[in-house]
């Protein structure tokens, strides 16, 4: 009897063992699917923000890029009749000028959505991996050239309108000489140097971004 009576027993314990485990299953599967359908909702927030900002960012790239095309036009006008227009049309010379001093712009990208990704390493868990990668490619290595480049461009924008702060107060070019006149060309050169540097850089950014857009349009 008292063997029966064990044996009942045991069979009993191990069935009250299997449920536990059972439940604890449940509950890790459960507790993994919730993580899981977190992450989804969290990576698809990342999806939805990176396409946002890219495209006010696309916006801006191209508003900095019309501005640059306006002083690069104005500038081989300006490199090609500087000395006969000094002698013959000075007040068409002067507007040439207040075209090429209207202040610049530079671009800088919106970097809320990718930081928030990055800052709890979230980004390493999302499972669209190309995505994952193309942005991380753009915001560490492409946008981070056109930051520096960027930089370059405003120093030598700065050096320009310092010394020339009389024909960007006056919208008046001042009188020189034709040595005056070179030294003008030179640091004008010296700054438009920089700025077809930068114009291209954010063309190529233009491109990688307009393509990135274009294959993710469902998600936008």
Known sequence: METGKTGKYFKYAIGEIILVVIGILIALSINNWNESRKQDVTEKEFITGILNDLKQDKAYIELVIKIADKKQNTYKHISNNLSELYKTNRKYLDSLLRTYFVSQRTFYPILGSYQSAISGNEISKFKNKKFSAF??????????????NGETFDKRWEFLSNKYSHERRTGLIRDMTASQQIEFLDDLSY???ALDFYVDQLNDALVEISEFLNNNIEEI
């Open 135 to 148: 942005v991380t490619k753009l915001y560490n290595s492409t946008y981070d050239r056109i930051l520096d």
């Open 191 to 193: 700054h438009m140097k």
